[in-house]
């Protein structure tokens, strides 16, 4: 199993930044893509970036140039980095992992853009 812990997420101005992180129970060694998606209210769930093993990044092509995702293996932890935050990132923002042909999701955390 894989049990993933979000933090950093809270209420901030449109233009400003917020750094999420994610924390996993076993080592990131084994996990080749781990990924950050979020929901916003009456949405669809949706991908917002994903990062390989070897450090691969991919975005949304609505935040690229403004997150950076980033993982860490040796500490079992996959951040994302939010800068120029606007309002229509404000959403419910969830880890995921897939190991052993199983995917794991974080318990979420709120990101709030206020105008």
């Known amino acids: 199993q894989l049990q993933l812990v979000e933090s950093g997420g809270g209420l901030v101005q449109a233009g400003g930044s917020l750094r999420l992180s994610c924390k996993g129970s076993?080592?990131?060694?084994?996990?080749?893509?781990m990924g950050w998606y979020r929901q916003a209210p009456g949405k669809q769930r949706e991908l917002v970036a994903s990062i390989t093993r070897g450090g691969s990044a991919n975005y949304a092509e609505s935040v690229k140039g403004r997150f950076t995702i980033s993982r860490d293996n040796a500490k079992n932890t996959v951040d994302l980095q939010m800068n120029s935050l606007k309002p229509e990132d404000t959403a419910v923002y969830y880890c995921?992992?897939?190991?052993?042909?199983?995917?794991?999701w974080g318990q979420g955390t709120q990101v709030t853009v206020s105008s």
């Open positions: 076993r080592s990131f060694f084994g996990i080749n893509a």
């Open positions: 995921n992992g897939n190991y052993l042909y199983t995917d794991y």
